[in-house]
């Protein structure tokens, strides 16, 4: 709370225009030194185990995960020579051709995202071409009957599993969907990623709200929690990030209806004037668990973004109150009673994204010293002798033999990016998607 409270009040003592150029030297180094752990025990894998130094692969073959999602971060630092490396070894072996069932959520965040980025940084084709071939191989998880997409599809046969999904997986494509439309001139990806938001939305509550979970063949909702959290979060984001990426009216009459709802029955006003986002049930509005976690974290970034500047500082002051309950952030945390109940830290960038943005918003020097505050915890707990690991309980600080692949696109990224020239990367002229992979505004 003093840590907080000094930000609050802090005097003007640092020249808002002058970021922490060390710092961002800092972030520069460690990202190497993940990277160089990456490529030394889990090269051509998904990703690094940094605690049994060994890797892990998401399905039968590995999908380069970790390359893919690391090449625009290390084009944005400047690592000009494992740019090139990186680049080339992705276009000399990535392929989907794969007799396997994936994820269509994650693979379309992390790798038809990361593509279509380093497609518009290099301008090299081939990775538009690669981009193209995964996009048609997803294509059929929306050939449901409510259009809304089937969470598992394989990239071979096309076949597709798991019709029981959530907002953010049937809500979270447009952006890559639509881009790729966009740079192929094929309209059958953004018409159907933009049919599976808005039937999304189209089975929202009488009062405005979304569930949990949703049967995708059926429509029917299988869980009627409402909250931001996991399984809802990224859906809300893409709503006002597509309206800004695509200038469409659709996506913004959405956003404009769905933060209404937000805004009146899951925000939640504490003692002291603090500002949560808690859950309540999609139909009546009613509150049912008073927690918020790291996934909620993105929130600040979001009203940033749709100008709510007011909340958006008020929940920032929030999301860095229960990072400062143990020092690092938990998944999920109560804050009706001031308790963590999901001790975890898997690495998550979303307190250090919204931390960038206010602070570009607002070039409140507050931001600046709050992010250092993050930064420094975050190497503290989480560095390895090779890597990054996750933590199992942010309370004890034992670490978890895990390497997530959007440290590299996510954390890393926001990090560099809060503590460089605001040259760096022009904020106004690109919408990130939910995997921080920037895309160039239409």
């Known amino acids: 709370m003093k840590i907080l409270l000094l930000l609050l009040f802090l005097p003007l ?43 892990h692969d998401w399905y ?33 072996h990535l392929s989907f051709d794969k007799d396997i069932d994936v994820q269509n959520f994650e693979i379309t965040i992390r790798l038809l995202g990361g593509l279509l980025t380093n497609y518009q940084l290099t301008g090299d084709k081939r990775f538009l071409n690669l981009a193209e071939d995964l996009g048609n191989r997803l294509l059929p998880v929306f050939n449901s009957p409510t259009g809304l997409p089937y969470r598992y599809v394989n990239l ?28 192929t001139g094929k309209p059958i990806f953004y018409d159907r990623a933009k049919r599976a938001l808005v039937e999304t939305y189209n089975r929202r509550s009488k009062i405005g709200l979304v569930g949990e979970w ?19 979060d990224s859906y809300y984001e893409y709503l006002l990030k597509c309206s800004l990426l695509f200038d469409d009216p659709d ?27 808690g859950h309540a049930d999609m139909n009546t509005g009613a509150r049912r668990a008073t927690t918020y976690g790291a996934l909620d974290a993105f929130f600040p970034a979001v009203l940033a973004l749709s100008g709510d500047l007011k909340r958006a500082k008020r929940l920032q002051d929030s999301s860095f109150r229960m990072w400062n309950e143990a020092g690092i952030e938990p998944e999920e945390f109560d804050y009706g009673a001031r308790k963590i109940i999901s001790p975890g830290y898997p690495l998550r960038p979303e307190i250090v994204e919204s931390t960038y943005y206010l602070y570009r918003y607002t070039k409140d020097p507050k931001y600046l010293l709050m992010g250092e505050k993050l930064w420094r915890d975050f190497v503290k707990y989480c560095r390895t002798d090779v890597g990054y690991a996750a933590l199992k309980n942010v309370e004890t600080k034992e670490k978890s033999d895990s390497m997530q692949s959007f440290l590299f696109a996510e954390t890393f990224k926001y990090f560099y990016l809060l503590f460089s020239p605001p040259q760096t990367l022009d904020f106004g002229k690109v919408i990130f998607n939910t995997e921080a992979h920037p895309i160039r505004r239409f």
């Open 13 to 55: 003592m640092i020249d808002a225009q002058t970021p922490n150029k060390k710092l961002a030297a800092e972030v520069k180094a460690e990202f190497l030194h993940a990277w160089n752990g990456y490529k030394q025990y889990a090269w051509a894998h998904d990703d690094l185990k940094p605690l049994s130094k060994t890797y």
């Open 60 to 92: 039968p073959q590995p999908l380069l995960m970790t390359p893919v999602d690391s090449l625009d971060t290390m084009i944005i630092m400047g690592l000009d020579d494992e740019a090139a490396a990186t680049k080339q070894y992705i276009l000399d």
């Open 156 to 183: 071979k046969t096309g076949k597709v599993s798991k019709p029981v999904s959530n907002p953010a997986e049937t809500g979270t494509l447009l952006i890559e969907f639509g881009t790729l439309s966009k740079l």
């Open 214 to 232: 949703i049967n995708v063949e059926t429509g029917t909702w299988t869980n009627t929690d409402s909250h931001i959290s996991g399984a809802i």
């Open 251 to 277: 996506c913004k009459r959405m956003w404009n209806d769905s933060i209404a709802a937000i805004n009146k029955y899951l925000a939640d006003e504490q003692p002291d004037s603090e500002l949560w986002y």
